[in-house]
Every structure is written in C-alpha cells, then in structure tokens.
T-cell receptor
Framework: DVKVTQSSRYLVKRTGEKVFLECVQD?????MFWYRQDPGLGLRLIYF???????EKGDIPEGYSVSREKKERFSLILESASTNQTSMYLC?????????????FGPGTRLTVL | DQQVKQNSPSLSVQEGRISILNCDYT??????FLWYKKYPAEGPTFLIS?????DKNEDGRFTVFLNKSAKHLSLHIVPSQPGDSAVYFC????????????FGTGTRLKVLA
C-alpha cells in the first residue's frame, strides 16, 4: 500500500518566516510533486522532481523552492512566507512509467500565514 | 488559461440515482485522463483513468466516457451513495515526455440520503 506522508497537517506561520514542508513516500517512486489547492482554482502544480537532485518548475513556482536530496523525500520551502501563500499544500508521488502514471497523494498540510 | 475545466462547482443527487460529472479540456495533446476523489482534510485518491485509445472505461459503479472530438470526458456514478459525497477532480496529461498532470477546479458532489 503506497504511503505518502507530510510532516504537518496544520501549520501557522508569520509573514516573512521561512517555512519548510516535508514529504516522504515509501514506494521508491521516482517522481514527486508539490501542489497547492485553493477554492475555485483546483490543484496547481508548484514544482516537481523526477529524480534525486532534479527539479522542474510547475505552473506557479514563484515564492517557492524545493529540495530533493534523497529519493524518498521532497521538501517545499517558502523562503519568506506571505499571506497569499495561505493554502492547502499537497504532495504526491508516482512511478516513472513510459507514460504518466497515477499519482498518490499525501493528506495535505493546511498552511496559514498571518 | 485553464486547460482543464469543470464548469459545475457543485452537484446534488439523490441516493440511488446517477451522478454525472463533466470535464472539458482544450489541449489536443492530452491523451491520458484520470478522476480523483477528495474528502475534506484528506489528499485526493485515484478513482479511475482512461487512455485516449478508448472511449469508455468501467470500474464497478464508476464509468468514465471520453469524447475526443468534443474534448470532453464525464464520470458516471451509478447508483450514487452518500459515501460518494466528495470533491471530484479530473486531470489530464500529454504523456509524451512529461509526468505532469493538469487538474480541473473540482466539482463538489453531494449525495442526499
């Protein structure tokens, strides 16, 4: 059974703070993804990684960075949190199939920036 | 520019009846589609997928239909159950050279007992 875990379910931070969101998967998946979910906007891709130390920008990378030092762990970093980054953050992983494969999601982290 | 659209933000259906959730896309390169279900405070879970070489895929109470000429897919749930109440997202991918999915904005389904 695929398991994707996220370090926190709820997080409250202040404007300007550096924020780390951690994601760990236990299925040896090559691909990992960070999304944010906002009402009326669905899931939007922030960054993804298809291998250790490799990363690609998604659709809304501004204000975020990522780190993938180990295959099982993918971190999302908010260098200086702002109120417009208040959102639900979802991590996902998938295998590197010849075609895009099903993504498995973690439970999400609801981040509030005050 | 929203490449994947779910134009109905919400839908209410009586228990036992059919639920039909719709999704439209604009990118003709999309060739693989998925539906995810999301309960509050949980991550989305995979429900059903369809490749563009098919026009229908069925899994128990869930059937996805793909109309490539109309760039439209739909998810049918028959019969609907109260436990099906959730937000449903469709997602699309152009499988040549990418692992990315583009998600729709979601439809909140409420099945009334």
């Amino acid at each position: 059974d695929v398991k994707v875990t996220q370090s926190s379910r709820y997080l409250v931070k202040r404007t300007g703070e550096k924020v780390f969101l951690e994601c760990v998967q236990d299925m040896d998946h090559e691909n990992m993804f960070w999304y944010r979910q906002d009402p009326g906007l669905g899931l939007r891709l922030i960054y993804f990684s298809y291998d250790v130390k490799m990363k690609e920008k998604g659709d809304i990378p501004e204000g975020y960075s990522v780190s993938r030092e180990k295959k099982e762990r993918f971190s999302l970093i908010l260098e200086s949190a702002s109120t417009n980054q208040t959102s639900m953050y979802l991590c996902a992983s998938s295998t590197r199939a010849p075609r895009a494969d099903t993504q498995y999601f973690g439970p999400g982290t609801r981040l509030t920036v005050l | 520019d929203q490449q994947v659209k779910q134009n109905s933000p919400s839908l209410s259906v009586q228990e036992g009846r059919i639920s039909i959730l719709n999704c439209d896309y604009t990118n003709s390169m999309f060739d693989y589609f998925l539906w995810y279900k999301k309960y509050p405070a949980e991550g989305p879970t995979f429900l059903i997928s369809i490749s563009s070489i098919k026009d229908k895929n069925e899994d128990g109470r869930f059937t996805v239909f793909l109309n490539k000429s109309a760039k439209h897919l739909s998810l049918h749930i028959v019969p609907s159950q109260p436990g099906d109440s959730a937000v449903y997202f469709c997602a699309a991918s152009a499988t040549s050279g990418t692992y990315k999915y583009i998600f729709g904005t979601g439809t909140r389904l409420k099945v009334l007992a």
